[in-house]
């Protein structure tokens, strides 16, 4: 079986799509692992987008804040970007969203958005963590794949909202039959995303957050 996996989608849906044209005909399922809204200004397409596909939604911080309506953090730009998106979500989702679970399984990979809540980096001492072998994560939005005491642990990347390059979509495809991991990317067009939402008058804190980052040039 392959399965594509991704997730840290927030409201991106030119790379959502994008990723399911470009491996159309590449896996026989995916595992979304959450962070499908808030930040882009399509979190009511992206969820409806996922939930007429075959595959697995799961459960990540941002779509917990969206259920308890509140954002629990300090930073200004974070606060200002959920206080303009959470009301834009179409309320039909909230119950479904509250039904989807956090974690999963496929045969020896194991699923879910984070591990106790941390932001975890390619160079984290993740020493004394509990998780198993061929776990899958996202949440700091940094691709890697890390070894520790035997057990791997793989970080998808962002699919929607790259830290390093803002334009670049991450995610990985799992060959579950031959055991293999393939980390990959795509380009996609980030000015179509800023002009939507200049489009829908995101405050300017918003706006220049995206503008201020870096773009990966082919």
């Known amino acids: 079986m392959k399965i594509l996996v991704f997730g840290d989608i927030h409201g991106n849906l030119i790379s959502l799509e994008k990723l399911f044209h470009l491996e159309r005909n590449s896996f ?6 959450g962070d499908i809204v808030n930040y ?12 007429q596909q075959n595959g697995t939604i799961l459960k990540g911080n941002h779509e917990e804040y969206f259920l308890n309506g509140n954002y629990p953090g300090t930073n200004e ?3 200002t970007f959920f206080h303009f998106c959470y009301p834009k979500l179409d309320s039909k989702f909230l119950n479904i969203i509250e039904n989807i679970e956090e974690q ?9 958005h984070s591990i106790e809540n941390r932001y975890i980096f390619k160079d984290t001492d993740i020493n004394s963590l509990d998780f198993e072998d061929n776990t899958i994560i996202g949440h700091s939005h940094q691709q890697f794949h890390i070894i520790s ?11 929607g909202q790259n830290r390093a390059f803002l334009n670049v979509a991450n995610y990985l495809i799992i ?28 405050p300017e804190i918003c706006l220049n957050y995206y503008r201020s980052k870096k773009i990966l040039y082919d």
């Open 28 to 33: 026989d399922t995916f595992v979304c692992h």
């Open 104 to 112: 999963c399984r496929i045969d020896v990979y194991s699923f879910k």
């Open 149 to 159: 005491k035997g057990k791997n642990l793989f970080n998808t990347g962002s699919l």
């Open 175 to 202: 060959d579950t039959a031959k055991m293999k991991v393939e980390m990959k990317y795509f380009l996609y067009n980030i000015d179509t995303v800023i002009s939507e939402m200049q489009h829908q008058k995101y």
């Open 77 to 79: 730009v974070a606060k």
């Open 40 to 51: 882009g200004p399509w979190s009511n397409e992206c969820i409806q987008f996922l939930l």
